[in-house]
C-alpha cells in the first residue's frame, strides 16, 4: 500500500518542481483569511461549532457546523479549509519575505537577489505582454524540425525532468511521457537510484480519459476544445483535427497506465531494468537515444515503476505517427509555460484547468501566485528566512516534547498487541528508535548557486529552474543518502513520512493555531497537532512501513500472521469509507483511501495516550463546560473544517488517496473514549457496536 502519505496533500513540492503542479494547483490552492488563524482565546474554537448538531449523529457538523454556514468560498479558490488559512499566512509572510529581498538591492548572485528577480520577473505582466510568443519560439521551432522517430526520441529524452515522486510528496502526474524520481534505492537505502515514472497525460489521472460517465465524458469534450484553443493561440492552423489526435493519443497512453491505487503497491514498484532491458521489455521508443537525450547514458540501471506503462508508452512511440507526436510535445509545452505566456494562452489555460476542472470561477491574485512560484524553484532560500523569523526555539522544544510522549504511546501500544508476533515487534520498536523526526525546518538549506535568475525572463527562469533541479537529482545519483534531508520547505503547511530515510518531517507552517498554539491546553495541542503527529509515525509501521525496515531498506518485516491479522483488521475500515458518499453517484473508495484512514485511526488512538500520559493525575481544565476529553477530540475534528465546490470535491474522491473532510473527521467513531466523552448511544448515525470499531493499534 501506499508508503509514505502526506497528512493532507497540498500543493507546492521543494526537491521536485513541478511546474505544471505549480500552475495548475495555483488554481487550487490557498488565501483568504476568513478566520485569521489566531485565535482570540487558545483552545478549541467554539464559534465554528454547532451545538444543536448531536455529536453522535454527525461529529464533523457538530465541530465545524457554524464556520461552515457562514463561510463562504472565495470565487478564487475551490475550498477553503484549515489548510489553505494558514497558507494563506505562509504566503503572506513570504510574500513579506519576498518585498524585503526585493528592497534590499542584495548583490547579484545571492539568495535574496534571485528571490528578487524571481518574483519581479513573474509579476512583470508588461513585459511578459511586450514578448508575445517570443520565449516559445526556439523551443516550437526545435520540435517543428524534429524528422524521425530517433530524433523525437531524443526530444522525448530531454523532456526527462525530476518532477514525480512515488513515496515522499507523493506526486505519479508528470505531462511528460516519463518521470524521474532520486530517492534512496529500494535494496540499497544507502545511495540514491533513480525511479522512471509513467507519464504524458495533461489530465490529472487516467480515469479523466477512461471513466464512462456524463461527467468525465463532458470533461473531454471540453478538454478538446481546450488543446484546439491553445494551438491556435500559438499559430497553428487545423487545430481541430490536431486536438483530436493529441487526446487520442493521451486516452491510449491513459489506457497503459496503473491506477493510483496500483501506483501504492511498492512490491510491484521495486522492477530493476538495467539500461540494455528497456529495448527488449519496452521494445518501439529508441531507448538508447532516449537517455542520450536524458543525459543518463551511463547510469547502469533504473527503477521501473510501472513496468507495463513502460511497454504500453513504448510501443505507442513506434505505433502512433511522427507528426502526432510533435503535436503532442508542442501542446505539452504550451501548457507547462501557459502561465507566463501572454494573458490570452494564460487565461485560456486557466479557463480550463482552473474553471472546468476544479470549479473555480476566477484565479487568484497575481503576487499569491508569484509567491507559489517563487516557494516552488526557491523553497529553501525562502524557507531559511521563513523559519529564522516565524519558529521560536522554544515551540520546536514545546513540539520535541510531544513528540516524545507521542512516540512512547507508540511503544506501549506495540508491546501490548497481542496479534503481533515478537519478532515483529522488535523490528517495529528499532524503526521507532531509529526514527527522525524533523521539526520545524531542516538541518542544512539548498544550494541555488548553480541556478540563474534573469529579473526581466519569466520563462527562462522556469526552464532554467526545472534543468537545475534535474541536474542536480541526476548528480547525485550512487552517493550516499542523507536521511536527515527534508522533502518540504518550513513554509509548507503539511507533514511528511519519508519511508526510504525512515524519517518525518513537521514544518514550522503547520506548527502554528489551530493545529499548535503554546498557550493551548494540552487536550486541543494533542487533539490537533498530535494527531497529526500520531498520524505520521503511525505510517512507519503500518500496512506502507511494513515494507521498510528500520534503515530504510525494502524488506517486509512482518510475518505472514501478522499481514493476515493486518488486513482483516483494515478491511473492516475499507468497508466502513466505502459507505460514505459524498454525493448519491459516487462513494469514497475505501481502498483508495485505506493507508490514510488507518493513519488518521492510529493517529488519534496514539494521542489521545499522549495526551493522558502528559496530563498525569492533574485534572484536566474545562473550556466553555467542555472536558478534557471533549476538547480533544472537538480539536481533532477541527482540523478538518472545510467547504469545498462540488467539482473540487468530485476530483479529489477519484485522485485523493485521502478520505474528504468530513470522514476524516466522523473516524471519531472507532475510539472508545469518544463514546464516553460524548455519551454515544445506539441509533445515532456515527454509533459503531464495540466489535465494529475498527482497532489496529
Ligand atoms: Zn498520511
Request: hydrophobic share 40%.
Amino acid at each position: 500500500m501506499r508508503p509514505a502519505l502526506k497528512f493532507y496533500r497540498l500543493v507546492l513540492q521543494c526537491t521536485a518542481i513541478c511546474f505544471l503542479a505549480i500552475f495548475l494547483l495555483s488554481a487550487n490552492a490557498p488565501v483568504h483569511a476568513q478566520d485569521a488563524p489566531k485565535p482570540a482565546t487558545h483552545g478549541i474554537a467554539v464559534a465554528n461549532m454547532d451545538l444543536s448538531v448531536k455529536p453522535g449523529d454527525d461529529f464533523f457538523h457538530y465541530a465545524n457546523g457554524a464556520w461552515i454556514k457562514r463561510t463562504e468560498i472565495p470565487a478564487d479558490r475551490p475550498g477553503v479549509n484549515v489548510f489553505t488559512s494558514l497558507a494563506d499566512l505562509s504566503d503572506k509572510r513570504t510574500a513579506a519575505i519576498i518585498e524585503e529581498a526585493a528592497k534590499a538591492n542584495a548583490p547579484a548572485g545571492s539568495n535574496a537577489r534571485k528571490i528578487a528577480d524571481l518574483y519581479n520577473s513573474y509579476m512583470d505582466e508588461p513585459g511578459i505582454e511586450a514578448k508575445g510568443l517570443a520565449p516559445l519560439r526556439p523551443h516550437l521551432e526545435a520540435i517543428a524540425a524534429i524528422h524521425d522517430k530517433h530524433e523525437l526520441a531524443r526530444a522525448l529524452g530531454e523532456g526527462l525532468r525530476a518532477d514525480v515522486d512515488a513515496l515522499n510528496n507523493t506526486n505519479f502526474h508528470t505531462p511528460n511521457l516519463f518521470g524521474l524520481w532520486v530517492a534512496p534505492g529500494f535494496d540499497d537505502p544507502e545511495h540514491y537510484a533513480p525511479y522512471l515514472l509513467q507519464g504524458g497525460l495533461q489530465l490529472p489521472d487516467r480515469e479523466y480519459y477512461l471513466a464512462d460517465n456524463d461527467h468525465m465524458r463532458q470533461i473531454r469534450t471540453q478538454y478538446a476544445a481546450h488543446i484546439s484553443a491553445m494551438l491556435k493561440l500559438v499559430g497553428f492552423a487545423d487545430t481541430d483535427a490536431r486536438a483530436t489526435r493529441i487526446l487520442d493519443l493521451e486516452h491510449a497512453i491513459a489506457e497503459t497506465h496503473l491506477s493510483l491505487a496500483e501506483n501504492d503497491d511498492i512490491h510491484k514498484a521495486n522492477n530493476t531494468w538495467k539500461q540494455s532491458d528497456f529495448a527488449a521489455n519496452a521494445p518501439g521508443l529508441d531507448w538508447p537515444e532516449y537517455f542520450r537525450g536524458a543525459g543518463l547514458t551511463g547510469q547502469a540501471s533504473f527503477i521501473v515503476w510501472q513496468p507495463t506503462a513502460f511497454t504500453g508508452e513504448s510501443a505507442l512511440v513506434a505505433s502512433t505517427p511522427l507528426e502526432t507526436w510533435k503535436d503532442w510535445l508542442t501542446f505539452h509545452l504550451v501548457e507547462a509555460y501557459g502561465g507566463v505566456l501572454p494573458k490570452a494562452v494564460a487565461e485560456e489555460r486557466y479557463a480550463f484547468f482552473g474553471k472546468t476542472l476544479s470549479g473555480t470561477p476566477q484565479q487568484r491574485p497575481r503576487w499569491q501566485r508569484g509567491v507559489l512560484v517563487v516557494n516552488g524553484l526557491l523553497g529553501d532560500a525562502v524557507g531559511q528566512l521563513y523559519a529564522e523569523r516565524y519558529f521560536p526555539k522554544d515551540a520546536k522544544t514545546q513540539v520535541q516534547a510531544m513528540v516524545a510522549n507521542l512516540i512512547a504511546a507508540f511503544r506501549k501500544r506495540i508491546e501490548a498487541l497481542a496479534w503481533m508476533d515478537p519478532a515483529t515487534k522488535a523490528e517495529a520498536q528499532a524503526k521507532l528508535n531509529a526514527l527522525y523526526v524533523g521539526i520545524g525546518y531542516p538541518e542544512t538549506w539548498e544550494n541555488y548557486f548553480a541556478y540563474e535568475v534573469k529579473p526581466d525572463d519569466i520563462f527562462g527562469n522556469i526552464w532554467r529552474a526545472s534543468l537545475f533541479e534535474y541536474h542536480r537529482q541526476v548528480a547525485r545519483l550512487g552517493a550516499p543518502v542523507d536521511r536527515k534531508e527534508w522533502c518540504m520547505t518550513p513554509q509548507t503547511v503539511n507533514a511528511v513520512n519519508l519511508p526510504l530515510q525512515n524519517a518525518l518531517n513537521f514544518p514550522a507552517a503547520i506548527l502554528q493555531p489551530p493545529f499548535f498554539d503554546p498557550q493551548a491546553p494540552a487536550a486541543v495541542n494533542y487533539g490537533a497537532i498530535g494527531a497529526v503527529i500520531g498520524h505520521e509515525i503511525s505510517h512507519t509501521f503500518d500496512n506502507e512501513g511494513s515494507a521498510f525496515d528500520s534503515q530504510g531498506r525494502v524488506r517486509n518485516w512482518w510475518t505472514p500472521a501478522d499481514l493476515a491479522h493486518f488486513e482483516a483488521a483494515t478491511a473492516k475500515l475499507a468497508a466502513q469509507y466505502d459507505t460514505y458518499k459524498p454525493f448519491p453517484d459516487i462513494s469514497v473508495n475505501g481502498k483508495q483511501t485505506l493507508a490514510e484512514d488507518i493513519a488518521d485511526v492510529a493517529g488519534i488512538s496514539a494521542a489521545y495516550d499522549g495526551y493522558h500520559a502528559e496530563l498525569g493525575s492533574k485534572p484536566a481544565p474545562t473550556q466553555d463546560g467542555f472536558t478534557g476529553d471533549q476538547q480533544f477530540f472537538i480539536a481533532f475534528a477541527q482540523n478538518y473544517r472545510s467547504k469545498e465546490r462540488e467539482a473540487a470535491l468530485r476530483r479529489r474522491v477519484l485522485t485523493d488517496s485521502h478520505a474528504p473532510a468530513q470522514y476524516r473527521a466522523d473516524t471519531v467513531r472507532n475510539i472508545d473514549a469518544w463514546y464516553a466523552a460524548f455519551d454515544v448511544k445506539p441509533g445515532e448515525t456515527l454509533y459503531l457496536a464495540p466489535p465494529d470499531r475498527v482497532r489496529i493499534w
